[in-house]
């Protein structure tokens, strides 16, 4: 088992910035992948951003350029620093570990919202 605990979420006037950060506990050492991903209203979940153990990276295309994912070992946190926020990038956040043994896990879910 993997429990996930997120904070960093609120609200940001559009061009500003957020870190999000989820931190993980239990079964650390079966953790293969840590990511993000976002849902919106009225649309599906989607993959924002995801690191696996050799901190090799891939992100959506609407958020490269302006997210960066990293990820401390030692602290078996995932963070998603998030720049130039648009109102598109209103969602929210999930934190998603993927495990050696094919399992997902989820965090509550962190609302950002971009908005004047």
């Known amino acids: 088992q993997v429990q996930l605990v997120e904070s960093g979420g609120g609200l940001v006037q559009p061009g500003g910035s957020l870190r999000l950060s989820c931190a993980a506990s239990g079964s650390i050492s079966s953790i293969l992948h840590m990511g993000w991903y976002r849902q919106a209203p009225g649309k599906q979940r989607e993959l924002v951003a995801r690191i696996n153990r050799s901190s090799f990276t891939n992100y959506a295309d609407s958020v490269k350029g302006r997210f960066t994912i990293s990820r401390d070992n030692a602290k078996n946190t995932v963070y998603l620093q998030m720049n130039s926020l648009k109102p598109e990038d209103t969602a929210v956040y999930y934190c998603?570990?993927?495990?050696?043994?094919?399992?997902?896990?989820w965090g509550q879910g962190t609302q950002v919202t971009v908005s004047s």
């Open positions: 998603n570990v993927l495990t050696v043994l094919t399992v997902t896990y």
